[in-house]
């Protein structure tokens, strides 16, 4: 789906953007199992590994590593929200593509299993740098659907 | 007419089993044309993982990552034996089987310790009757391998790897060439080299050269803002290309399950019809020599009464 617009897009149109595609985005969200979401948005929010991120049509072309965190995309007042589990993204010729394992509707995150999930991974007695890595990992990761859960 | 009848008996038994292999050869049909869709649709993700190693290695020259580690000469190996759950699938399973056995018997003549993994029903009968030592098993692999699954185990083996506990992941599947061509291999994962981060997709892009043939070569370098930088961006995706590409074997796995099991199935209808054929030939022949039989006693009476 998302090479096939790629093409139609010339290499660095950083300037062109304007005429061409008018001031929209196509956002593409890629999972391992297929393209979840493929739609044209005016704006859209990342969740970098530090912080959030908006991107507007003309973004310069950009590389990033996701955290744990919401993704929100918006079209014309609606806003739709997703919770997105790590990964990367990459932007180019206003198309934002991201890759990531999970993303979930955040109105289909359950703030319960969230929560033991954050106990759970809090009570871990790590041994050893890896599992200290995976336990930190864990807890970002729960806290984080937890907020969005919280955010609706 | 105790012959003709007992001919009619096994055309009608033949005639059921034909109808049960048609059925199963167009249900294996339908599941293959879903398993393939994911497959097409889990494709993409490859593609752009791809991409951007592509992208990244023209900035980031070294990436190190323990997960690339070669350790030489490698003292403990994980197998992993993708088989079906279910049988009737002509030689799907025992090709995997074989591939992998040689791949044990090698590692074994090297004197490496090995720990067999073995994911289907029947992978799992095999080592009970050949009393091979399984080191766990996973039945719920079935047609349609989710992500989260698969995940579970690649971050085991990540776990073990690192760990030490294992030197290498070897993965035994059926490789999905093209719809008419499948082929049973072993495919070592772990460890990655650079290299293979970058060719996730290899054997689906030989499938289709057309579509994603021109993605990689021909553009123009993007000048990529990096957050946080290359190297690191790199290394991050290191796992994730190891999940992705254990995924993939699974989701070329239950694809080719499908295929074999449906050419499998439509072998046994041929089957069923050619000896249909052959037994009502049969019949008739018993027939006609069961009427004549009857005539000649009817004529025979006849002539004795004159």
Redesign the interface.
């Known amino acids: 789906m998302s090479t096939a617009v790629d093409t139609d897009f010339t290499p660095a149109t950083t300037k062109g953007d304007g005429k061409k595609s008018g001031h929209r985005i196509q956002c593409v969200v890629v999972t391992p199992e297929r393209t979840l979401f493929d739609e044209v948005v005016e704006f859209v929010a990342l969740p970098l590994f530090d912080g959030e991120l908006g991107i507007l049509p003309g973004r310069s072309p950009m590389i990033g590593r996701l955290g744990f965190g919401e993704l929100r995309t918006t079209t014309q007042g609606t806003t739709r929200r997703y919770f997105v589990d790590g990964g990367f993204a990459q932007v180019r010729d206003n198309v934002v593509t991201i890759l990531t394992n999970r993303a979930i509707p955040v109105a289909a995150l359950d703030l319960a299993a969230a929560s033991t999930e954050l106990e759970a991974a809090r009570a871990r007695k790590p041994a050893g740098r890896i599992e200290l890595d995976e336990k930190t990992r864990a807890v970002e990761r729960a806290s984080a659907m937890i907020r969005a859960a919280r955010k609706i | 007419m105790a012959k003709a009848r007992a001919i009619v008996k096994r055309r009608k038994s033949v005639q059921n089993i034909r109808k049960i292999t048609r059925t199963m050869e167009l249900i294996a049909t339908a599941r293959f044309k879903k398993a393939l869709d ?1 497959a097409t ?2 494709e ?6 791809a ?2 190693v592509a ?2 290695s023209a900035t980031a020259q070294e990436v190190t990552h323990p997960l690339l580690e070669v350790r030489e000469p490698a003292k403990k190996s994980l197998l992993l034996m993708l088989t079906s759950n279910r049988g009737l699938a002509g030689g799907y399973n025992g090709n995997v089987i074989r591939v992998a056995t040689r791949t044990l018997q090698d590692y074994a003549t090297d004197g490496q310790t090995i720990r067999l993994e073995v994911s289907g029903k029947r992978g799992l009968a095999y080592c009970r009757f050949r009393g091979l030592p399984t080191d766990a098993g996973y039945l719920q692999f079935e047609d349609r391998p ?3 699954e698969v ?1 579970i185990l690649a971050n085991n083996y990540i ?1 073990m790897f ?2 030490g506990e294992i030197d290498r992941v070897d993965v035994a599947y059926t490789r999905f060439i093209s719809a008419a061509r499948q082929e049973a291999v072993v495919q070592t994962l772990l460890p990655m080299s650079a290299a293979q981060a970058s060719q996730a997709t290899e054997s689906v892009r030989q499938a289709r050269p057309a ?2 043939a ?2 990689k070569g021909g ?2 370098r ?7 930088d ?1 190297e ?2 790199l290394e ?2 290191v796992p ?1 290309s190891f ?2 590409r254990l ?1 993939k074997c699974f989701l070329d796995a239950a694809v080719s399950e499908q295929i074999s099991r449906m050419v499998a199935m439509r072998g046994a209808t041929e089957n069923a019809d050619d000896m249909i054929k052959s037994l009502t030939m049969l019949y008739n022949r018993a027939r006609q020599a069961q009427i004549t039989r009857e005539l000649a006693e009817i004529i025979g009476g006849a002539a004795a009464l004159e």
């Open positions: 994911r649709a889990a993409a993700y490859t593609r752009k993982i991409e951007l992208d990244l989710q992500f989260d995940e776990r690192l760990n579509s994603s021109e993605s553009k123009d993007v000048p990529y803002e990096f957050v946080p290359a690191s961006i991050e995706i994730v999940k992705v995924f």
